[in-house]
Structure formats: C-alpha cells, structure tokens
C-alpha cells in the first residue's frame, strides 16, 4: 500500500501519541505494587497489562478507525470493513511482565505498525528509565536524539544479549552455546532493553526465540533505521506470519557471521 508523505506523518503523530499515553498510565501506577495471574501458556499478566492495552486501541481505533489493531491481551481486532487491513497496529502493552513484577525497570510498551504485513514504523516505551525509542521512514531516534548501532563485525569483539535461555530448543540451545562461546561477551535479561542497547551501541547482538509478533515486529523498525540487521534465524526477513526466533546484529557482517555459526552447529 503505497504511504504519501501526509499519511506517514499523521500515523508517526499517532505513534507519538500512543507513547505519550502509556508513559501517563505507568506514571499514574508508579507506586503501585500489581498482582499477576497466569495466562493459557503460563506467562504472567497484570491489571496493567490489560489497562495499558485497552486505552492505545481506543486511541487507535479513534484515529485510524479502518485499521486493524493486534494486541498481546486481546488479540486481532478487524478494520471498519470486517477484515484485516493493509495497515495494521500491533501492540504489546508491557513486554517483559516478569521484569516489571519483581522490580526490574526493563520493561516497556511496544507499538508498531504494518504496511502490507510488513514493520513500516515502530517504537519503544520504557516509561521506568524515561526513554523512548521511535522509527520513522528515513531515521531512528531516542526522543531528540539519533540512534545508531556499533560498528562492531567481528564476533570476538561482540556483546550478546539474550532475555532466557528457557524458550530455547535442545537444537537452539546447541546453536546459541556455540555462538555464545565466540562472543566477547553474553549475558541473558532485558527483554524490551536488549534492542534498545543493541540501536544505542551499547550491544552488537540480540537473539531470541519463541517470541510472538507483537514481540518483534515493533521493534525491526527500530533497528533497521539505527542501521542494524533485524531477521529470523535462517536470514529471512521478519513479517506476522514468522516463527518468532529472531537475530538483531549491529552490522550485515556481524549477522553473516552469526548465520554462519547457526550453519557450522546444524552441521556437528
């Protein structure tokens, strides 16, 4: 679906927007302790998980009332015409729930948008550090600030970061140890954060698996424009319909290397 300039710029007014409230939610909680339950796959949720949520489709559907939105707690919401549209809205209102729980300020609000399944803009909320993290078509930014990713190409000299090792499949987890042991660096946590540092030049590499989309897909915008690399584990370019294991490298030869370790496991 082809994005005139005036169209960009009211849905990057909406992203903007949509930040601007999350922070306000979390700000109005900022000394509340939440409960959590667990859902269906045993992952923990909270009041304001569902709270945040609520209120950003609201906003949404009020702006851009023919889009479709997909939210972690309340799944797929169809446009104005009963079917999904070529711009979509994907939210997840608290990405790392267990980190916030027990205290952690590396949680936040992803918000994304899809052009034809596509990422086109996304960003991220980290209202407990007072961060922001946008995507636009031409750059990315940390509030008034440019984002750029290291230099970094050799994986001797990288800084790895991964949330958990416990989504990891045996054959995932032989990959990841042989690339762990070529690193300079590995150390697991971070969630939300990890892309974040990896757009600031604070990490070289991020990889994850079993994420779902509203995960990653916010978040490739991100790093793409900070100039880094954002795919699955075979190299393939992330949309809605893939399988959630993913690999952010800072520059094309860090991730060609990280490929090439995958291969070289898969190999033994």
């Known amino acids: 679906?082809?994005?005139?300039?005036?169209?960009?710029?009211?849905?990057?007014?909406?992203?903007?927007?949509?930040?601007?409230?999350?922070?306000?939610?979390?700000?109005?909680?900022?000394?509340?302790?939440?409960?959590?339950?667990?859902?269906?796959?045993?992952?923990?949720?909270?009041?304001?998980?569902?709270?945040?949520?609520?209120?950003?489709?609201?906003?949404v559907s009020s702006r851009h009332p023919d889009d479709s939105i997909i939210g972690e707690e309340f799944g797929l919401l169809e446009g104005a015409q009963g079917r999904l549209s070529a711009r979509r809205w994907v939210i997840d209102p608290l990405d790392g729930t267990k980190a916030f729980v027990?205290?952690?300020?590396?949680?936040?609000?992803?918000?994304?948008?899809?052009?034809?399944?596509?990422?086109w803009l996304g960003a991220i909320e980290m209202p407990a550090l007072h961060r922001r993290f946008f995507s636009f078509e031409i750059e990315a930014v940390c509030e008034d600030d440019s984002l750029r990713t290291s230099r970094c190409s050799e994986l001797a000299a990288a800084r790895l970061c991964t949330t958990t090792?416990?989504?990891?499949?045996?054959?995932?987890?032989?990959?990841?140890?042989?690339?762990?042991?070529?690193?300079?660096?590995?150390?697991?946590?971070g969630d939300c954060f990890n892309y974040a540092a990896l757009a600031t030049g604070r990490c070289d590499l991020v990889v994850e698996a079993g994420l779902a989309p509203h995960d990653f897909l916010p978040i490739v915008p991100v790093v793409q424009q900070a100039g880094?690399?954002?795919?699955?584990?075979?190299?393939?370019?992330?949309?809605?319909?893939?399988?959630?294991?993913?690999?952010?490298?800072?520059?094309?030869?860090?991730?060609?290397?990280?490929?090439?370790?995958?291969?070289?496991?898969?190999?033994?």
């Open 1 to 59: 679906m082809k994005i005139d300039r005036r169209d960009g710029q009211y849905y990057e007014q909406t992203v903007r927007q949509l930040c601007e409230l999350a922070r306000s939610i979390c700000s109005s909680h900022a000394e509340q302790a939440f409960q959590f339950v667990r859902k269906e796959d045993r992952s923990p949720v909270t009041e304001l998980d569902r709270e945040i949520e609520l209120a950003l489709r609201a906003c």
């Open 102 to 119: 027990t205290g952690s300020p590396l949680w936040g609000t992803l918000i994304g948008v899809l052009n034809e399944g596509m990422p």
């Open 165 to 189: 090792p416990d989504k990891f499949t045996s054959v995932e987890q032989s990959r990841f140890d042989r690339l762990s042991k070529s690193v300079a660096v590995h150390r697991y946590g």
């Open 228 to 268: 880094g690399v954002m795919t699955d584990w075979q190299g393939q370019v992330l949309s809605e319909h893939s399988a959630g294991n993913v690999l952010a490298a800072s520059t094309p030869a860090l991730h060609s290397r990280v490929l090439q370790t995958f291969a070289a496991a898969c190999d033994e």
